[in-house]
């Protein structure tokens, strides 16, 4: 996923890893920790659209994780592809 996202910046790291990049008109910025209880990566996201309300696809602390820091990247940004590709948003809750 990491390909189809244009200007992939790692912003911050350690403890907390932060990388944003562009995809069309959105900002998507994923957060991602390593959790020793769980041997695994924490990783949320967050979209950013202009004239739209920022979107945070998960609760924190996450619930969303990943075996490697990179596939916590490939995860977060494809989820935020699918939020900008849908035009009815992300879905957070089954009714």
């Not at 992939?8 to 900002?27: H, I, K, L, N």
């Not at 696809?57 to 699918?82: H, R």
């Amino acid at each position: 996923m990491l390909s189809r996202i244009h200007n992939p910046v790692q912003v911050e790291s350690g403890p907390r890893y932060v990388m944003r990049g562009q995809y069309r008109d959105a900002t998507i910025q994923v957060v991602c920790g390593y959790v020793g209880t769980e041997d695994a990566w924490a990783y949320h996201v967050l979209v950013q659209q202009p004239g739209q309300p920022d979107k945070n696809l998960v609760e924190k602390p996450s619930q969303w994780f990943a075996n490697t820091q990179q596939q916590a990247w490939d995860k977060g940004f494809g989820a935020g592809i699918a939020v900008v590709d849908r035009p009815t948003g992300f879905q957070t809750q089954v009714k």
